[in-house]
Nanobody, 121 residues
Framework: QVQLVESGGGLVQAGGSLRLSCAAS?????MGWFRQAPGKDREFVSC????????DYADFVQGRFTISRDNAKNMVYLQMNSLKPEDTAVYYC?????????????????WGQGIQVTVSS
């Protein structure tokens, strides 16, 4: 079993930055961030392989977000810059069932509770 706890969310003005953190207990593999806005489906944001050498981002990120991980601390991070009101959502971190970077939610076995990110205009 893996437990995940997200932190670092909150309210920020458009153009601002936030850094999301995800603390994992237990063995982790590839990890990812997803988000879900009100009335919308959960969508992929970013993923990172176990070794950190492979990453992927959703098209809407457009170079604004950076995913990273520290396996010694069992942590994964999402640095979000140039935030837009449309980035407002609950953000979830998740652990995949394989080592590589995965973009499909169906490839993830464990999920955090989610953390709210609100970007005001």
């Amino acid at each position: 079993q893996v437990q995940l706890v997200e932190s670092g969310g909150g309210l920020v003005q458009a153009g601002g930055s936030l850094r999301l953190s995800c603390a994992a207990s237990g063995r982790t593999y590839g990890m990812g961030w997803f988000r879900q806005a009100p009335g919308k489906d959960r969508e992929f944001v970013s993923c990172i392989s176990w070794g950190g050498g492979s990453t992927d981002y959703a098209d809407f990120v457009q170079g604004r977000f950076t995913i990273s991980r520290d396996n010694a601390k069992n942590m994964v991070y999402l640095q979000m810059n140039s935030l837009k009101p449309e980035d407002t959502a609950v953000y979830y971190c998740a652990v995949a069932r394989m080592l590589n970077c995965r973009t499909s939610a169906g490839d993830y076995d464990y999920w955090g509770q989610g953390i709210q990110v609100t970007v005001s205009s």
